[in-house]
């Protein structure tokens, strides 16, 4: 039988293949043109003046505060701690309690100094007086700041950065934090230039490099602020910043006026925290002289930080730490204050440009030289001024005890003719003194030491130099020069001291 003839005759016969098992159609590949990318320019943006940008550091602060308000309140007020629940914030954050934002009525400003369980431990900025549990507490700063800048040149600031003068701070100031960081070690620039005081015996015997940091130990009454109104008038720096922290209130009038006066103030910056201001404010006086004489140092200049009393700054670190519980541990001092004090001093130094000169007074009590913050800090500074109690009581003035005090920058910023001098110099002073009983007792004998025979010859010139009027300030080239001749007069190998009319 043939094939029906018809239409479908010719067609070419497709199997059927279920939907499951087709393959989709391939797309058809276009030909496309090659791609040409360039960069998009990017724009130029032009710095921000110094002012705007300042302000506009602030502002982004002020953003980053912004949000929905959190709310604590006080839990209870003892001593000198507020403990603060319902509110989350760290250590070092400044809280606001009580007041009123929105009628404009300011609260007490505190600064978290511990957490614990949910309790925040707050001690005041200001007084406590009024406070009471359930008082709202807010949020307002996460750091303490201060404001530096060149315009502190010759004012006088509380311990948090305002001023006490009567006058607003002018010119550009910058927001810094109170508790930077030391430069690294390894950036340091080394301690290798003489620094003259103006003092001379401290410039020949105990002489000072850019960038060293020495205590001055000394008890009350001895002389320590005077000789310090000397180093901040002679001292051959750009910059000298000062810090009183608890200082009688009537003194820091007297010692602005009387012993530093118009020419030193003019160069210096002040910071002064009295001893009846909180703790925490006599603790941050000394961190806000540190960062404004951080600043002067980051511009490259050579700076005098000059702190009375770093003693008191650690009485306020351990009145802060009992009120928040820290046990008691070496004569009453809790930990966190052998823990603030390397932090404090090691800010001080050279930098990579510019050096901070730190001269630091001790307090110590009843003429101890071991109590436990003079120990502390002696191990930490590069050198010590011991002002000695019977010298002061006999009119010598500076009461400088030569044989005391040392300097540990000393052999790389003096000439070897220089050490030379300041040692036969101290080799007579400590033969006298071993002396000195037998000399009192009419025991010694003539002849018994030629050293001892010079010594007591020199004895006016030796005093002589070694003694300087509060108001005259030593030209550093004069002291070394009369440093050579004591030491020539004082040499039982050179003829001794004859009459011992060679002058300072």
């Avoid at 003096?414 to 002073?429: I, K």
Wanted: proline fraction near 9%; include cysteine.
């Amino acid at each position: 039988m043939s094939a029906p003839a018809g239409p479908a005759a010719g067609l070419r016969t497709v199997p059927f293949v279920p939907p499951a098992q087709r393959r989709p159609a391939e797309p058809a590949v276009l030909p496309t043109p090659p791609l040409e990318w360039a960069p998009a320019p990017v724009p130029v943006v032009p710095p921000l003046p110094a002012g705007l940008e300042a302000f506009r550091t602030r502002l982004a602060g002020a953003v980053r505060e912004g949000g929905p308000l959190a709310l604590g309140s006080v839990r209870s007020v003892s001593g000198l701690a507020v403990d603060v629940v319902g509110l989350v914030a760290g250590v070092g954050e400044v809280l606001e309690i009580g007041g009123d934002p929105e009628r404009g009525v300011a609260g007490v400003r505190a600064e978290v100094v511990g957490v614990r369980a949910g309790v925040l431990a707050c001690m005041p900025l200001g007084t406590a007086d009024g406070l009471a549990a359930g008082d709202p507490v807010r949020r307002v700063a996460r750091r303490l700041t201060a404001r530096v800048g060149d315009g502190l040149l010759g004012r006088v600031l509380d311990g948090l950065g305002n001023p006490l003068d009567g006058r607003p701070l002018t010119g550009e100031l910058t927001d810094v934090p109170l508790d930077a960081p030391p430069p690294p070690a390894l950036d340091r620039q080394r301690v290798c230039e003489p620094l003259p005081l103006g003092v001379r015996v401290l410039d020949t015997l105990v002489p000072a490099g850019r960038g060293q940091r020495f205590g001055l130990f000394a008890g009350s009454g001895v002389g320590k602020s005077s000789l310090l109104s000397m180093v901040a008038r002679g001292a051959r720096a750009d910059v000298v910043v000062l810090a009183l922290v608890g200082e009688r209130g009537r003194e820091v009038r007297e010692f602005l006026e009387d012993d530093l006066g118009p020419e030193g103030l003019a160069r210096s910056v002040v910071v002064v925290a009295t001893s009846d201001e909180p703790p925490l404010v006599r603790l941050r006086a000394a961190a806000t002289a540190t960062a404004v004489a951080e600043h002067f140092r980051d511009q490259g200049l050579d700076v005098v930080l000059m702190m009375d009393s770093l003693t008191r700054v650690a009485t306020a670190q351990r009145e802060i730490g009992l009120s928040v519980g820290e046990p008691p541990a070496t004569r009453g001092f809790p930990p966190s204050v052998f823990a603030m004090l390397p932090r404090l001093l090691e800010r001080a130094g050279p930098g990579v440009v510019g050096s901070i000169t730190g001269i630091y007074t001790v307090l110590v009590d009843g003429d101890d030289h071991d109590e436990p913050v003079a120990d502390a800090a002696r191990s930490i500074l590069d050198g010590h001024v011991v002002l000695d109690r019977k010298l002061a009581t006999a009119g010598h003035f500076p009461s400088v005890d030569v044989l005391g005090s040392v300097s540990r920058v000393a052999s790389r910023v003096t000439t070897p003719a220089q050490r030379a001098d300041a040692t036969a110099v101290r080799r007579a002073l400590a033969a006298r003194r071993d002396a000195q009983d037998l000399i009192d007792v009419g025991a010694y004998v003539r002849g018994a030491d030629p050293l001892v025979d010079a010594a007591v010859d020199g004895a006016p010139s030796t005093r002589a130099f070694l003694t300087q009027p509060v108001e005259d300030l030593a030209d550093p080239e004069h002291s070394w020069a009369a440093l050579s001749g004591l030491a020539q007069l004082l040499d039982p190998d050179a003829g001794g001291a004859g009459d011992g009319s060679a002058a300072a």
